[in-house]
């Protein structure tokens, strides 16, 4: 699969940003049709959608587009409309407030009935947004509802609602979190996603941090759930998208130490060796496995 460090979130009704998005870095793009479009026009954004789709070429990135909830007046057409039109140019489509497996079994039947009328040989994929309560206590099953899943998101807002939690600020997690709870009030349920996702062999990514004015509080964040497992974050203003490719690509010297941790551990093959010491630190298997995930990544990114 294709990189998700970024996932650029570009409001579906604006087609000004839709170009701005394209000639920006961010691995992904995702047209949205959810809460960023106003209720009034949200029939008029499909339109906009699918003329923006057929009419850009968007073949350089990866591309997602953002229904509407299946507990909505408007997901079910939001789903057929745009995908019978434009399909063909759609990676995967972003299914809001997932509850159920049920909701992805649905989604994933309307998937196959329209690429089976339209004779597409490609299979549309989804992207899971995991952000209620009722969503992660079934995440489980979620992850393995469907092998077009390609992606669990963590929705950190409207997980907060969900589930009651204080609004300390509109940003996602990072800001001002210090002030209400010690520690990462996020750690648990993030890190219950980022399970759920890796141990059925698909990509955990991270909510948008909102404030797109303040880099360091970004940079935070994406660390932090990088260092939970996720491999990537979504952006909502195009000065996010730098920061959060470098925080999801391996450093210089993360290379570095990888490439000693392999040389050392070929050596120690060749000479009938198990664990053995690099740089004062103890090589096992177990960072073999860690230098070697490390080593992959870079070379996906072009970086090795
Ligand atoms: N995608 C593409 N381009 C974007 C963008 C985005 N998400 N956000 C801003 N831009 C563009 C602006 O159009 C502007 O372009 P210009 O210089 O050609 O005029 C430029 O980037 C700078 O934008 P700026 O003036 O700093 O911000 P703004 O006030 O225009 O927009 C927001 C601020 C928050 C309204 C806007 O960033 C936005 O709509 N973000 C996405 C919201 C969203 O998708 N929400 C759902 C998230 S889950
Ligand atoms: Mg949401």
């Known amino acids: 699969m294709k990189p998700r460090r970024t996932v650029l979130s570009v409001p579906g009704h604006v087609e000004k940003m839709h170009d701005k998005a394209l000639?920006?870095?961010?691995?992904?793009?995702?047209?949205?049709?959810?809460?960023?479009?106003?209720?009034?026009?949200?029939?008029?954004?499909?339109?906009?959608?699918?003329?923006?789709?057929?009419?850009?070429?968007?073949?350089?990135?990866?591309?997602?587009?953002?229904?509407?909830?299946?507990?909505?007046?408007?997901?079910?057409?939001?789903?057929?409309?745009?995908?019978?039109?434009?399909?063909?140019?759609?990676?995967?489509?972003?299914?809001?407030?997932?509850?159920?497996?049920?909701d992805i079994h649905f989604v994933s039947r309307m998937l196959d009935g329209i690429e089976m009328n339209k004779g597409w040989a490609q299979r549309i994929g989804i992207e899971a947004s995991i952000e209620t309560a009722a969503g992660l206590e079934a995440?489980?099953?979620?992850?393995?509802?469907?092998?077009?899943?390609?992606?669990?998101?963590?929705?950190?807002?409207?997980?907060?609602?969900?589930?009651?939690?204080?609004?300390?600020?509109?940003?996602?997690?990072?800001?001002?979190?210090?002030?209400?709870?010690?520690?990462?009030?996020?750690?648990?349920?993030?890190s219950r996603m980022a399970m759920a996702a890796k141990s059925n062999g698909i990509l955990a990514i991270d909510a948008p941090y909102g404030n797109f004015r303040d880099?360091?509080?970004?940079?935070?964040?994406?660390?932090?759930?990088?260092?939970?497992?996720?491999?990537?974050?979504?952006?909502?203003?195009?000065?996010?998208?730098?920061?959060?490719?470098?925080?999801?690509?391996?450093?210089?010297?993360?290379?570095?130490?990888?490439?000693?941790?392999l040389d050392a551990h070929r050596q120690a093959t060749r000479q009938g060796l198990g664990a053995v010491a690099v740089e004062g630190r103890m090589v096992d298997q177990a960072t073999v496995r860690l230098a070697g995930l490390l080593w992959e990544q870079a070379r996906h990114l072009g970086m090795v």
């Open 23 to 102: 000639n920006s870095n961010s691995d992904a793009i995702m047209l949205d049709i959810e809460d960023s479009v106003p209720v009034d026009i949200k029939t008029d954004a499909r339109s906009r959608i699918i003329q923006s789709l057929l009419n850009r070429d968007w073949s350089r990135k990866t591309v997602l587009y953002r229904m509407n909830g299946l507990d909505t007046p408007f997901g079910y057409r939001d789903l057929l409309e745009v995908v019978e039109a434009a399909g063909h140019l759609i990676d995967a489509v972003v299914v809001p407030k997932i509850n159920h497996p049920a």
């Open 139 to 190: 995440v489980s099953e979620i992850a393995k509802a469907s092998n077009r899943i390609q992606t669990l998101v963590f929705g950190v807002a409207d997980y907060s609602a969900s589930i009651g939690a204080r609004l300390v600020s509109i940003s996602g997690h990072g800001e001002k979190e210090a002030e209400i709870y010690p520690g990462h009030r996020w750690h648990f349920a993030m």
């Open 215 to 261: 880099p360091e509080g970004l940079k935070q964040g994406a660390a932090m759930a990088c260092a939970l497992g996720y491999d990537g974050k979504w952006a909502i203003h195009p000065d996010q998208i730098d920061i959060i490719n470098q925080t999801f690509s391996p450093s210089p010297e993360d290379i570095e130490r990888a490439r000693k941790v």
